[in-house]
């Protein structure tokens, strides 16, 4: 499993407050990881547990920090919750549903701020372990980077997402933030897609 370097910036930074909440989180998602219902197939589990959450299907795990006007987020999901599969794509119609999921991620547009905020997408970078050369029949996820920039960061206040049309196997999603030193955690799912910062 391979983390960009904005990916493993974001975990340092929040690894780094270490406050209760955060902590807190972490150890129900590890908790979550060692006990779990994982909806695997298969017997044999190899515990890659990945630095922003645990590769449950049907979950993802979003992390945002906004430093100034600048935005980092990182997002990251099991194969399975995006194209319905975690094996390497055999098919011409796997492989076109592959590289139709990362067009959609390098768009950016499953995600949006509220308008007063004035966040336009930077950079945007979507991977996959679906395409490396070793995939294996194991636990393969989704990643996607971005940056923005934002005009006027002070009226962040919310964050909507569309993902959860998009792509009806994933059921919720844990978001963690930190908009200049102040964190927060929520989840979201169909029902409840604006995360507010507030």
């Given at each position: ?11 340092c930074?929040l ?6 909440a955060?902590?807190?989180?972490q ?57 319905g ?33 004035n ?80």
């Amino acid at each position: 499993m391979k983390l960009s370097l904005v990916a493993s910036l974001l975990v340092c930074s929040l690894m780094a407050l270490n406050t209760p909440a955060v902590a807190q989180e972490q150890s129900a998602a590890e908790h979550k990881h060692d006990h779990a219902e994982h909806k695997h197939e298969h017997d044999e589990h190899d515990d890659d547990v990945v630095a922003l959450g645990a590769h449950v299907h049907g979950h993802a795990v979003l992390t945002l920090v906004l430093e100034g006007n600048e935005m980092q987020l990182a997002f990251q999901s099991a194969a399975q919750s995006i194209v319905g599969f975690e094996h390497k794509p055999s098919t011409a119609e796997q492989k076109q549903e592959v590289a139709a999921a990362i067009e959609v991620f390098n768009q950016g547009e499953w995600f949006s701020f509220n308008n007063d905020a004035n966040c336009e997408l930077a950079m945007a970078e979507a991977s996959t372990d679906l395409t490396e050369l070793q995939a294996n029949e194991g636990h393969a996820d989704f990643y996607a980077n971005y940056q923005l920039l934002c005009q006027r960061p002070a009226r962040l206040t919310e964050l909507q997402l569309r993902i959860f049309e998009l792509l009806p196997a994933l059921e919720h999603m844990d978001i963690q933030w930190i908009i200049n030193g102040q964190q927060g955690a929520s989840q979201a799912a169909l029902s409840s897609s604006t995360v507010r910062f507030q």
